[in-house]
Structures are given as C-alpha cells and as structure tokens.
T-cell receptor, first 115, second 114 residues
Framework: AQKVTQAQTEISVVEKEDVTLDCVYE???????LFWYKQPPSGELVFLIR??????QNEISGRYSWNFQKSTSSFNFTITASQVVDSAVYFC????????????FGKGTRLHILP | DAGVIQSPRHEVTEMGQEVTLRCKPI?????LFWYRQTMMRGLELLIY????????DSGMPEDRFSAKMPNASFSTLKIQPSEPRDSAVYFC????????????FGPGTRLLVL
C-alpha cells in the first residue's frame, strides 16, 4: 500500500531563514510520481512540482528546491530565504504509475513565516 | 484558461437538506477528482472519473453521497440527506489523464451543514 508521511505538523521560522519540509513515502512500485502542493490561507491548492521515480535530479525553482532521494524514500522541500507569503500548508503526495490508483496526500505541514 | 470552476463557493444548509456541488474541469482534461478536506481527516479522495466513467468511488463515505459526470465538462457531487458531519471543504480537481498527471484544483466549496 502506498503511504505518505509528513512528520512535521507545524513549523515556525523567522523571515529570511531557510526551512525544509520533510516528506517520506512508501510504495512497492518502481514507477511512481511525487507531488508538492501549497495551500495558502485563502484555501486553494496550488501545484508546485511533479517528479517521476526515474528522475532523481534535484530541482530548483527560484527560492524553492526539492531533494529526491530514493535510497531514503524521501522527497524533501526547501524554501530558501523564506518570506511571509510562504506561510501556508504544504502537502506532499504520491501516485503509483501503473494502475488506476489513487493519489495519496500526506497530512500536510503548516508553515508559519514570522516577520 | 479559466482553471477548474466550482460552484457554489460557500453553502450553508440545514441537516436533512439536499446539497449539490458543481464542477467544471479544465478543457481537455479527461480525469476529474472530488476531494473532501477536514481538519480531522485531512484531504480525502472521494471519487474519480476518467473519460466520464467513475473509476474508483471507494472513498465515498456512504450512500448519501453520489457523483455524476454526464459529460466531459461537468460533474456534480450530491449529498442527500446532508448531516452536520458532512461540513467540510470539497475540492474538485482535473488532470490530463489519470492520477499520475498533475491535478489542478478548483477553489473549493465550503459546506456548512447546521
């Protein structure tokens, strides 16, 4: 069975600090997809990144970066030089590739960026 | 592109009433998903459709919930009769194909059942 664990329920950091959100997943498939979504206080779910299991290259997009490590089944998300606008709930999600299977979301990490 | 459109954005109703939530997916997307989000249970997949056909409805809580997708551009989620424990935010999402592709979410419908 597939599973996504975001062990950090809530994190608070001061603006301009770097922060890493952890995501650990479980799957028996060799083909799978990992996602991160952001849910700001306004409530919508905003897609951030999709990564397939065959691409372990780290990704950087502005202040955001993602570290995918199959050896530890982790797909961590780092925000560099955090800003107040980064305050949101961040969800990691997993979908297995070969079946009409569900996408499973983690419980989310609530990130507070303090001014 | 307008994105996924959901209506209404807010709904307040009394226990026992019928509630219908509506969703218009992104044009060209052939998979549509209904989710429910609560503080206690997080984000739960209720049902998803591929090419208008329900593929997995195992997340639908009980017979009071039903979903339809009569065509590629419209879906409804109906609760009849509604109960206070159905109070949640209901999201619709669509993707190009199945759950492996990126899902794009609508703004959600915030439902309060009194």
């Amino acid at each position: 069975a597939q599973k996504v664990t975001q062990a950090q329920t809530e994190i608070s950091v001061v603006e301009k600090e770097d922060v890493t959100l952890d995501c650990v997943y479980e799957t028996r498939d060799t083909t799978y997809y990992l996602f991160w979504y952001k849910q700001p206080p306004s409530g919508e779910l905003v897609f951030l990144i999709r990564r397939n299991s065959f691409d372990e290259q780290n990704e950087i997009s502005g202040r955001y970066s993602w570290n995918f490590q199959k050896s530890t089944s982790s797909f961590n998300f780092t925000i560099t030089a955090s800003q107040v606008v980064d305050s949101a709930v961040y969800f990691c999600a997993l979908s297995e590739g070969d079946r009409d299977d569900k996408i499973i979301f983690g419980k989310g990490t609530r990130l507070h960026i303090l001014p | 592109d307008a994105g996924v459109i959901q209506s209404p954005r807010h709904e307040v109703t009394e226990m026992g009433q019928e509630v219908t939530l509506r969703c218009k997916p992104i044009s060209g997307h052939n998979s549509l998903f209904w989710y429910r989000q609560t503080m206690m249970r997080g984000l739960e997949l209720l049902i998803y459709f591929n090419n208008n056909v329900p593929i997995d409805d195992s997340g639908m809580p009980e017979d009071r919930f039903s979903a339809k997708m009569p065509n590629a551009s419209f879906s409804t989620l109906k609760i009849q009769p509604s109960e206070p424990r159905d109070s949640a935010v209901y999201f619709c999402a669509s993707s190009y194909d199945r759950s492996q592709e990126t899902q794009y979410f609508g703004p959600g419908t915030r439902l309060l059942v009194l």
